[in-house]
C-alpha cells in the first residue's frame, strides 16, 4: 500500500509530543512492508529526505499576515494555512496513496477529505475542545474554530480511530458521532533500547511530559512535602516544557532543594533517567491514552497514574501499576509513600514490562493493516 500520514511534528524536529511520537513508531514498522511517506512541519526550509525506509516530507508554514485578526486568532490562522499547504503538498506529488493517516489535531486533513476518492482516516489524539479548559485562558473564541474544523475533518473521514474506550466514549457525546464509528486501535510501543548516558542521580522519582495544569503537575507539588518528610534523601525530577513557569510554585515548598527541573530531553538523554527511577508518577486530569505511561512501563518503571482516564485502559491496578483518582492529593500522597516502602516492586516491575508488549507496534500495525483495506473496499 501507498501510504501518508500526516503529522505536524516529527522526530527529531520541533518538540516531541504524543502524537509525533505515535505517527514516528508506526511509519517506521509500516514501512517494512509498505510505501510510507510523512508530511511534517519544518523547523527551517522546505526538506525532503529517506529515514529508515519512510519518505519524510518537511513544509515550511506560510501564514497569512492580518495583524488585528492574527492577535486574537493567530493559532487558528496558523493551522488553516499548514492545513491548506499539506493539501497543496499532496496534490502536488501526484501519487495515488491508498491511505492518508491523520491526526484530528490541528485538522491536517482537512482539506483532503473533500477530494473525490480519497481515503482518510483520522485518529483522535487530543481535540482542542477537551484540553483547553485546562488551561489558564479557557477556551477562546479561535479555539472554537478549531474545534469546529477538528470535528468535519473527523466526521468526513472513512475511518475514525480512538485509542481508548475512555475518549470513544467522549468524543462520541461531544461530536455527535455514532459509537460504533469509531474503533479503537491503541497507541503503540516499541522495544526501547537504551543510549549510553550517565544518569547523575540517585534515589529519584520522575515526571516527564509537558509541565502544566493538565498533566496534574499542580496536584503533584501539592504533595510532595509529605512525602520528603518522610524521605528526606529523595528527589522528585520534572522533565518536560514547562508551561506553568512551575518555580512560582516552589516557593511554597519546603524542600525546595529536593526538586530539580529538566527542560524537554531527546529520547537519548531522556530513557536513561526514566530507566532508573523509584516510581514514575503521571497524575494527569484528563489523558486520552498515555504514551508516558507505556514508555515507562517498557522500561519495568513503576508507574503511579490516574483512573478515570487512558492509563486506566493500560495499568491493572495493583498488579502492573497504580491507579489514583485524578486531582486527589491525599490519595496521591499516600499512593506514593506505600509504594516507596513496599517490597514487592520488582514483582510490579515486572508485570509492567509484560503488559506493556499488550501494546507492542507490530500487534498494532497488524490492525491497522486490517482497518486500510476495510477503508479501500
Known amino acids: 500500500m501507498k501510504i501518508c500520514m500526516l503529522s505536524h511534528s516529527y522526530p527529531p524536529e520541533l518538540e516531541r509530543s504524543g502524537i509525533s511520537t505515535y505517527t514516528h513508531i508506526i511509519a517506521n514498522e509500516l514501512a517494512n512492508k ?199 534523601d529523595l ?25 530539580i527541573l529538566l527542560p524537554h530531553l531527546s529520547q537519548e538523554d531522556l530513557f536513561p533517567i526514566v530507566s532508573k527511577a523509584r516510581l514514575v508518577i503521571l497524575p494527569s486530569l484528563f489523558e486520552n491514552f498515555g504514551l508516558t505511561c507505556l514508555e515507562a512501563m517498557e522500561l519495568g518503571r513503576v508507574v503511579i497514574a490516574t483512573r478515570k482516564t487512558g492509563f486506566e485502559e493500560i495499568i491493572q491496578d495493583g498488579i502492573s501499576g497504580f491507579l489514583v483518582e485524578p486531582g486527589n492529593a491525599k490519595e496521591l500522597q499516600e499512593k506514593i509513600i506505600s509504594c516507596l516502602e513496599r517490597k514487592d516492586l520488582g514483582m510490579i516491575s515486572k508485570n509492567a514490562q509484560k503488559r506493556a508488549e499488550d501494546f507492542d507496534v507490530k500487534i498494532i500495525a497488524e490492525q491497522l493493516e486490517k482497518l486500510y483495506k476495510q477503508v479501500q473496499k
Open 34 to 232: 509498505h510505501e510510507v511517506t510523512v508530511i511534517a512541519e519544518s523547523a527551517g526550509g522546505e526538506k525532503d529526505y529517506i529515514e529508515n525506509n519512510v519518505r519524510v516530507i518537511r513544509i515550511n508554514p506560510k501564514i497569512i499576515r492580518l495583524p488585528i485578526f492574527n492577535i486574537f486568532f493567530g493559532n487558528f490562522i496558523h493551522k488553516l494555512c499548514y492545513s491548506y499547504q499539506v493539501y497543496r503538498k499532496i496534490k502536488s506529488l501526484k501519487i495515488p496513496f491508498d491511505i492518508i493517516h491523520a491526526g484530528e489535531w490541528s485538522f491536517e486533513a482537512l482539506f483532503l477529505t473533500f477530494c473525490k476518492n480519497t481515503n482518510i482516516v483520522t485518529t483522535i489524539h487530543s481535540p482542542t475542545i477537551l484540553t483547553r479548559p485546562w488551561e489558564e485562558k479557557g477556551i477562546q473564541m479561535q479555539d472554537r474554530l478549531i474545534n469546529l474544523l477538528e470535528k468535519t475533518q473527523t466526521k468526513r473521514s472513512k475511518a475514525i480511530i480512538s485509542p481508548s474506550s475512555f475518549l470513544r466514549k467522549i468524543v462520541s457525546e461531544e461530536w455527535d458521532i455514532p459509537l460504533h464509528s469509531i474503533q479503537i486501535i491503541s497507541n503503540p510501543t516499541k522495544e526501547i533500547v537504551l543510549a549510553k548516558r550517565k544518569v547523575p542521580y540517585k534515589n529519584f522519582m520522575v515526571y516527564y511530559g509537558r509541565v502544566e495544569k493538565l498533566k496534574g503537575v499542580l496536584v503533584l507539588l501539592k504533595v510532595l512535602d509529605g512525602v520528603f518528610e518522610l524521605h528526606p
Open 235 to 259: 528527589k522528585m525530577l520534572f522533565i518536560g516544557t514547562d508551561r506553568i513557569n512551575i518555580k512560582k510554585y516552589l516557593n511554597e515548598s519546603r524542600h525546595k532543594k529536593n526538586i
